[in-house]
């Protein structure tokens, strides 16, 4: 009996060792089979997640981010202990003990489930499972993807410190709010960094992975605040806070930037504007999308925020300015519904989500509450509804007509109620009386006229200030940067450039007298802005006010090539057509290539890259790109002598001679001095051109002093005629002057350096002869001229260009000079009073004939 009894208990147990030998060489073949195939684990050791890429002022100031995964990645050692060991306590407690995986956890995990047939299910996974997931598997909820995460687990413990796998899970797991590591999401909850953490804080951190907008702070705050309680809990059970901590933290109320109590790290961040995006679409070009979105570039920017700012107000200034004077009122043309307006509640949160441009300083949005009988009562974004409220009165909204459903403008508004509706969204200014005190709201609207404006340093092209628009948030176009257009007068500098480079002088007399071009498209007859001609008329003249028919001269007389020859040096055009018509911008370009050409005008001829950007370093701090090459050896001494300054060199190549870049500046300070620029008011020289193409459809001036070059453009985005009065002297001048007026405050500006290899002789600038030395008057000019170069004065050096003269024109008009702004009255040498014509019709300039 006995020995049955042990033989049929030794059955069974052989039967047992038997089924278990077979079981554990199938789960090992299992095992083996997955892991065959498995994905490297071994580059994590030098795994770079994705960061945020930032942009800083060249203060040090934060200005932008841009981030496909808004991560900033933060070493292991700058974790503090309180949030490693939160993280631990919720997601994998024996973490520093197991070896990939918890057979205790995931029993317990399978108990749980069988106990509660199927209802109670919870992960076992561990960190290293979960890292081996995140990384190197799917998401799949599948038994192989189980299996591969167990083996990759053991792997990876085996190849990484444990300290390695929980600095890659704490900076790879997403939390919420597209914020993926914990460094991220400190800021997006608490706007804190790791180390201002609180215990709470860092407990509702942990609790996040498992499910995160489950816990939303705002939306689901019971469970958030249950489950922030059970990771400190947690966190007590496995030592790492006391009792009196524990209680302090589950009493603590659940704080975040979500319910408002604290301010978003966003909201201290500028608005993006024109600038911080040019940057990102010109980096993303130059390292690609996915460096510059995910490669934790540190970029310094050239901005000068002062300067940005000033630049941003001028623009706006002209720009609304003028739309005011149409008197076409259009509002926002957003309408918040009745309903909404029921409490002060119920429209503010309303308002808030209205799509109107916040970044115009001193512009607000507000809603129409009510209209009385002249005034409209409104509530305004972000300021407090006194028991008078807040009124536009009738005598601001006489300067305009609303148009009507028909499309025709109607009567100019005599009551508020003409122009604007409960409901409607508008913006609003407050205006102020001569001593400061407030006086009243007045209505404001985005302008349909649109405009560019940039400036930079003509020595090193870092770009100073950039607007590429009224207002980003209403239009991101760029037209500094992205708009085509033509130039019209202010691309005539580079034909006299090359000129001057041809052996023409400042002194050279030009013709200027009809013209009759066979083009394909027909005869083309150019004319000068004030439909007159004015005979032989020295060079200087010709640019000083801006006579198309002397330009046209003298861009047949060296040749179109030669001219697109220098434009494409400039950087002005990739390639220039070699069109007559092109000699007065005809062909489109931008702004941003124009203001970095006229800057080697003013430093001499030497050749700048304009550039947004200083400095760009990588991750780790190495510089991957530096804007300026210029050596300087003294810089590394560790004093200098009194009074003595680092000596630069550069080895920039040269565009053009320094004589000629010389001659050329001078005769645009004459522009500036006399000519259409004339409304330039600084207390340093300056020269500049202004640019007026075609039915006014775009307006240009681009200026410069001896350190600070800018120019501006104006016009509609579809071109259409700016109307009656609309020149570069009298819509771009004013920005420029606005603008440069403070630039000169702060950067100064000196007399144009004078080269090497010329010298000054005394002409009449009217009628080109040369003067004695001793001469004073307003009709003499001092020339500098090559001191190998033996000038030709008068009529023996006249250029025609192989036009014929015409007949019945004077020698020389003395005095009459023909500005294409016109109007101006000027005194002549002989003492007469002559009056600047004003610009003449279109006439028959339709194939390229720019003023």
Request: glycine share 10%; hydrophobic share 40%; proline share 4%.
């Given at each position: 009996?006995?020995?049955f009894i042990l033989s049929f208990f030794g059955g069974i147990f052989s039967w047992i060792v038997t089924g278990a030998v077979f079981a554990a060489l199938t789960v090992g073949a299992v095992f083996w089979m997955y892991a065959r195939d498995l994905p490297d684990h071994e580059y994590l050791a030098q795994y770079t997640p994705k960061t945020i890429s930032r942009i800083y002022s060249g203060e040090g100031r934060l200005m932008d981010e841009f981030a496909t995964e808004r991560r900033i990645f933060a070493p292991i050692e700058e974790i503090p202990e309180v949030v490693k060991s939160a993280f631990i306590s919720a997601e994998d407690k024996n973490f520093y003990s197991h070896q990939g995986f918890d057979a205790r956890g995931m029993a317990g995990a399978l108990w749980d489930a069988v106990k509660s047939r199927g209802k109670n299910l919870r992960g076992a996974s561990t960190i290293p499972q979960q890292v081996a997931k995140n990384f190197l598997l799917g998401g799949e909820r599948t038994a192989e993807r189980k299996i591969k995460e167990l083996v990759l687990a053991t792997r990876l413990v085996d190849t990484l410190s444990k300290d390695k796998i929980l600095e890659l899970y704490l900076n790879e797991i997403d939390l919420g709010f597209l914020s993926f590591g914990v460094a991220s999401a400190a800021q997006t909850y608490f706007n804190k960094t790791l180390s201002e953490l609180t215990v709470e804080e860092a407990a509702y951190l942990a609790a996040l992975p498992k499910a995160p907008y489950s816990y939303h702070p705002v939306h689901n705050r019971e469970a958030a605040i249950d489950r922030r309680n059970y990771v400190l809990r947690e966190m007590f059970q496995n030592g790492y806070i006391d009792d009196a901590a524990l209680e302090t933290a589950q009493a603590a109320p659940l704080k975040t930037v979500q319910s408002g109590d604290y301010a978003s790290f966003k909201s201290g961040l500028p608005?993006?504007?024109?600038?911080?995006?040019?940057?990102r679409r010109q980096l993303s070009k130059s390292f690609g999308e996915a460096e510059f979105f995910g490669g934790g570039l540190t970029i310094r920017a050239t901005v000068d925020p002062e300067m940005q700012d000033q630049a941003a107000i001028a623009l706006q200034e002209a720009l609304e300015s003028y739309d005011r004077n149409l008197g076409v009122w259009r509002g926002t043309k957003q309408v918040i519904e009745a309903s909404e307006l029921e409490s002060e509640e119920k429209w503010r949160a309303a308002l808030a989500l209205a799509e109107v441009p916040r970044d115009v300083a001193g512009w607000l949005p507000a809603v129409v509450l009510e209209l009385g009988e002249k005034s409209a009562r409104i509530g305004i974004e972000g300021v407090s509804d006194d028991e008078d409220g807040h009124w536009i009165p009738a005598e601001d909204v006489t300067w305009a007509k609303k148009r009507l459903a028909d499309g025709k403008l109607g009567p100019k508004a005599k009551v508020a109620g003409d122009l604007v509706s409960v409901g409607d969204v508008v913006l609003v200014a407050a205006l102020a009386n001569e001593d400061g005190t407030f006086k009243r709201w007045s209505l404001r609207q985005v302008p349909e006229v649109q405009g560019g404006f940039m400036a930079m340093d003509v020595n090193t092209g870092r770009v100073i200030a950039m607007q590429g628009g009224f207002s980003y948030q209403s239009s991101v176009f760029n037209r500094a940067t992205q708009a085509q257009r033509q130039p019209g007068s202010s691309f005539k500098p580079f034909v006299y450039a090359a000129a001057l480079d041809s052996g023409f002088s400042p002194a050279t007399i030009i013709v200027d007298a009809p013209i009759e071009v066979d083009t394909p498209q027909g005869l083309w007859r150019p004319k000068n802005a004030s439909n007159k001609f004015y005979g032989p008329t020295p060079m200087r003249t010709g640019i000083e006010q801006s006579r198309n028919l002397m330009t046209v001269r003298i861009a047949q007389e060296i040749t179109m090539r030669t001219v697109a020859g220098y434009a494409e040096r400039f950087g002005v055009y990739d390639r220039l057509e070699p069109f007559l018509a092109n000699s007065l911008g005809a062909q489109e370009t931008t702004l941003f290539?124009?203001?970095?050409?006229?800057?080697?005008?003013?430093?001499?001829g030497e050749r700048v890259e304009p550039t947004l950007?200083?400095?760009?370093q990588d991750r780790w701090g190495r510089t991957v790109y530096r804007h300026d090459q210029r050596t300087c050896d003294d810089c590394r001494l560790a004093s200098l002598d009194p009074g003595a300054a680092p000596r630069i060199a550069s080895n920039r190549e040269r565009v053009m001679d320094a004589v000629t870049a010389y001659q050329l500046t001078s005769m645009l300070q004459g522009v500036v001095q006399r000519g259409s620029g004339s409304g330039v008011r600084l207390p340093v020289p300056t020269g500049g051109k202004t640019g007026t193409t075609n039915d006014a459809k775009d307006v240009w001036f681009i200026g410069f002093t001896s350190n600070i070059v800018a120019g501006c453009y104006m016009g509609y985005d579809q071109p259409r005629s700016l109307g009656r009065g609309a020149y570069g002297g009298t819509l771009c001048v004013p920005v420029f002057n606005a603008f440069m007026q403070e630039a000169v405050k702060k950067y100064g500006g000196s007399e144009f350096k004078v080269p090497a290899g010329g010298h000054f002789i005394k002409i009449n600038r009217f009628t080109g002869e040369r003067l004695p030395d001793d001469v004073e008057g307003d009709f003499v000019q001092a020339e500098f001229f090559?001191?190998?170069?033996?000038?030709?004065?008068?009529?023996?050096?006249?250029?025609?260009?192989?036009?014929?003269?015409?007949?019945?024109?004077?020698?020389?008009?003395?005095?009459?000079?023909?500005?294409?702004?016109?109007?101006?009255?000027?005194?002549t040498s002989t003492g007469q009073t002559k009056i600047i014509p004003k610009k003449a019709d279109f006439g028959t300039l339709s194939s390229g004939g720019l003023y």
């Amino acid at each position: 009996m006995l020995r049955f009894i042990l033989s049929f208990f030794g059955g069974i147990f052989s039967w047992i060792v038997t089924g278990a030998v077979f079981a554990a060489l199938t789960v090992g073949a299992v095992f083996w089979m997955y892991a065959r195939d498995l994905p490297d684990h071994e580059y994590l050791a030098q795994y770079t997640p994705k960061t945020i890429s930032r942009i800083y002022s060249g203060e040090g100031r934060l200005m932008d981010e841009f981030a496909t995964e808004r991560r900033i990645f933060a070493p292991i050692e700058e974790i503090p202990e309180v949030v490693k060991s939160a993280f631990i306590s919720a997601e994998d407690k024996n973490f520093y003990s197991h070896q990939g995986f918890d057979a205790r956890g995931m029993a317990g995990a399978l108990w749980d489930a069988v106990k509660s047939r199927g209802k109670n299910l919870r992960g076992a996974s561990t960190i290293p499972q979960q890292v081996a997931k995140n990384f190197l598997l799917g998401g799949e909820r599948t038994a192989e993807r189980k299996i591969k995460e167990l083996v990759l687990a053991t792997r990876l413990v085996d190849t990484l410190s444990k300290d390695k796998i929980l600095e890659l899970y704490l900076n790879e797991i997403d939390l919420g709010f597209l914020s993926f590591g914990v460094a991220s999401a400190a800021q997006t909850y608490f706007n804190k960094t790791l180390s201002e953490l609180t215990v709470e804080e860092a407990a509702y951190l942990a609790a996040l992975p498992k499910a995160p907008y489950s816990y939303h702070p705002v939306h689901n705050r019971e469970a958030a605040i249950d489950r922030r309680n059970y990771v400190l809990r947690e966190m007590f059970q496995n030592g790492y806070i006391d009792d009196a901590a524990l209680e302090t933290a589950q009493a603590a109320p659940l704080k975040t930037v979500q319910s408002g109590d604290y301010a978003s790290f966003k909201s201290g961040l500028p608005p993006r504007d024109y600038f911080t995006d040019e940057i990102r679409r010109q980096l993303s070009k130059s390292f690609g999308e996915a460096e510059f979105f995910g490669g934790g570039l540190t970029i310094r920017a050239t901005v000068d925020p002062e300067m940005q700012d000033q630049a941003a107000i001028a623009l706006q200034e002209a720009l609304e300015s003028y739309d005011r004077n149409l008197g076409v009122w259009r509002g926002t043309k957003q309408v918040i519904e009745a309903s909404e307006l029921e409490s002060e509640e119920k429209w503010r949160a309303a308002l808030a989500l209205a799509e109107v441009p916040r970044d115009v300083a001193g512009w607000l949005p507000a809603v129409v509450l009510e209209l009385g009988e002249k005034s409209a009562r409104i509530g305004i974004e972000g300021v407090s509804d006194d028991e008078d409220g807040h009124w536009i009165p009738a005598e601001d909204v006489t300067w305009a007509k609303k148009r009507l459903a028909d499309g025709k403008l109607g009567p100019k508004a005599k009551v508020a109620g003409d122009l604007v509706s409960v409901g409607d969204v508008v913006l609003v200014a407050a205006l102020a009386n001569e001593d400061g005190t407030f006086k009243r709201w007045s209505l404001r609207q985005v302008p349909e006229v649109q405009g560019g404006f940039m400036a930079m340093d003509v020595n090193t092209g870092r770009v100073i200030a950039m607007q590429g628009g009224f207002s980003y948030q209403s239009s991101v176009f760029n037209r500094a940067t992205q708009a085509q257009r033509q130039p019209g007068s202010s691309f005539k500098p580079f034909v006299y450039a090359a000129a001057l480079d041809s052996g023409f002088s400042p002194a050279t007399i030009i013709v200027d007298a009809p013209i009759e071009v066979d083009t394909p498209q027909g005869l083309w007859r150019p004319k000068n802005a004030s439909n007159k001609f004015y005979g032989p008329t020295p060079m200087r003249t010709g640019i000083e006010q801006s006579r198309n028919l002397m330009t046209v001269r003298i861009a047949q007389e060296i040749t179109m090539r030669t001219v697109a020859g220098y434009a494409e040096r400039f950087g002005v055009y990739d390639r220039l057509e070699p069109f007559l018509a092109n000699s007065l911008g005809a062909q489109e370009t931008t702004l941003f290539k124009m203001v970095a050409a006229y800057a080697m005008f003013a430093n001499g001829g030497e050749r700048v890259e304009p550039t947004l950007v200083d400095r760009v370093q990588d991750r780790w701090g190495r510089t991957v790109y530096r804007h300026d090459q210029r050596t300087c050896d003294d810089c590394r001494l560790a004093s200098l002598d009194p009074g003595a300054a680092p000596r630069i060199a550069s080895n920039r190549e040269r565009v053009m001679d320094a004589v000629t870049a010389y001659q050329l500046t001078s005769m645009l300070q004459g522009v500036v001095q006399r000519g259409s620029g004339s409304g330039v008011r600084l207390p340093v020289p300056t020269g500049g051109k202004t640019g007026t193409t075609n039915d006014a459809k775009d307006v240009w001036f681009i200026g410069f002093t001896s350190n600070i070059v800018a120019g501006c453009y104006m016009g509609y985005d579809q071109p259409r005629s700016l109307g009656r009065g609309a020149y570069g002297g009298t819509l771009c001048v004013p920005v420029f002057n606005a603008f440069m007026q403070e630039a000169v405050k702060k950067y100064g500006g000196s007399e144009f350096k004078v080269p090497a290899g010329g010298h000054f002789i005394k002409i009449n600038r009217f009628t080109g002869e040369r003067l004695p030395d001793d001469v004073e008057g307003d009709f003499v000019q001092a020339e500098f001229f090559r001191d190998d170069e033996i000038p030709i004065f008068g009529i023996g050096a006249m250029v025609d260009g192989g036009f014929a003269m015409g007949q019945n024109l004077p020698l020389f008009a003395y005095g009459e000079l023909g500005g294409d702004e016109g109007g101006t009255t000027v005194t002549t040498s002989t003492g007469q009073t002559k009056i600047i014509p004003k610009k003449a019709d279109f006439g028959t300039l339709s194939s390229g004939g720019l003023y």
